[in-house]
């Protein structure tokens, strides 16, 4: 598989609904063909706006991460972990949605590198399965289903590695009370984010990562990683 196939794969799988939650992008560091990436990542959602008088959410997951090389230029990331989710400012249903399990896939190719400078892009999802309430004599269960097409350019600096780019995503709210299923899009004027992140190392094999999203949605992931 080359890289133009790797890029059409990412494009195929974007236009692919599945049900998932918005992932941060991970940055540009990547694992080379049969290496292995593993962290701990904490991600907030602060703010997410669905279209015109469906309300906002916000969320926060925690997540075992673990990257893998298919090739020295496309990795394969994996998570899983638990996660919550709250509804709030609608007419209805503003639930708040205790964290249960949430997990994940994406991939990334490498489409430029040259010295300290990279270009990837990524297409990640995650689903987000809080557990169902039970209020007012009614059952209320929620899904968030994301995906997100991303493109991120960074330079290594050899003490941090910046990087900023930009991502394509939607987040749909799936609920269903008792039996009476619904789906609410995310703001369709707000699906063009802002991506800016950092990777900081603190080991010889280790290393931070802080990402925040802007524009689409007001969100912060923090991991640590390693490499194996």
Same mark, same amino acid.
């Given at each position: 598989?080359?890289?133009?196939?790797?890029?059409?794969?990412?494009?195929?799988?974007?236009?692919?609904?599945?049900?998932?939650?918005?992932?941060?992008?991970?940055?540009?560091?990547?694992?080379?063909?049969?290496?292995?990436?593993?962290?701990?990542?904490?991600?907030?959602?602060?703010?997410?706006?669905?279209?015109?008088?469906?309300?906002?959410?916000?969320? !926060?997951?925690? +997540?075992?991460? #673990?990257?893998?090389? &298919?090739?020295?230029? *496309? @990795?394969?990331?994996?998570?899983?972990?638990?996660?919550?989710?709250?509804?709030?400012?609608?007419?209805?249903?503003?639930?708040?949605?205790?964290?249960?399990?949430?997990?994940?896939?994406?991939?990334?190719?490498?489409?430029?590198?040259?010295?300290?400078?990279?270009?990837?892009?990524?297409?990640?999802?995650?689903?987000?399965?809080?557990?169902?309430?039970?209020?007012?004599?009614?059952?209320?269960?929620?899904?968030?289903?994301?995906?997100?097409?991303?493109?991120?350019? !960074?330079?290594? +600096?050899?003490? #941090?590695?910046?990087? &900023?780019?930009?991502? *394509? @995503?939607?987040?749909?709210?799936?609920?269903?009370?008792?039996?009476?299923?619904?789906?609410?899009?995310?703001?369709?004027?707000?699906?063009?984010?802002?991506?800016?992140?950092?990777?900081?190392?603190?080991?010889?094999?280790?290393?931070?990562?802080?990402?925040?999203?802007?524009?689409?949605?007001?969100?912060?992931?923090?991991?640590?990683?390693?490499?194996?």
């Amino acid at each position: 598989m080359n890289r133009l196939s790797a890029l059409i794969l990412l494009l195929t799988a974007f236009f692919v609904p599945v049900s998932s939650y918005a992932a941060p992008c991970y940055g540009t560091k990547m694992p080379i063909k049969g290496e292995f990436f593993s962290g701990l990542e904490a991600y907030l959602l602060f703010e997410r706006d669905l279209e015109a008088g469906r309300g906002k959410m916000r969320s !926060s997951q925690s +997540f075992l991460l #673990i990257s893998y090389g &298919i090739f020295d230029w *496309l @990795s394969l990331d994996l998570k899983a972990g638990v996660g919550g989710l709250k509804r709030y400012g609608a007419a209805d249903d503003n639930i708040d949605y205790s964290a249960r399990f949430d997990g994940g896939y994406g991939f990334r190719a490498k489409l430029y590198e040259k010295e300290k400078v990279s270009f990837v892009g990524g297409f990640q999802h995650i689903s987000v399965h809080p557990f169902t309430v039970r209020l007012n004599g009614k059952k209320y269960k929620a899904v968030l289903d994301d995906w997100q097409f991303s493109l991120l350019g !960074s330079y290594n +600096f050899s003490s #941090i590695t910046p990087y &900023i780019g930009t991502r *394509l @995503s939607r987040v749909d709210y799936i609920n269903w009370i008792d039996n009476n299923r619904k789906r609410h899009m995310s703001d369709p004027g707000k699906c063009l984010g802002l991506i800016i992140g950092v990777d900081i190392p603190v080991a010889e094999k280790m290393w931070l990562n802080v990402e925040a999203s802007f524009f689409d949605s007001e969100a912060l992931a923090v991991s640590l990683n390693a490499r194996f």
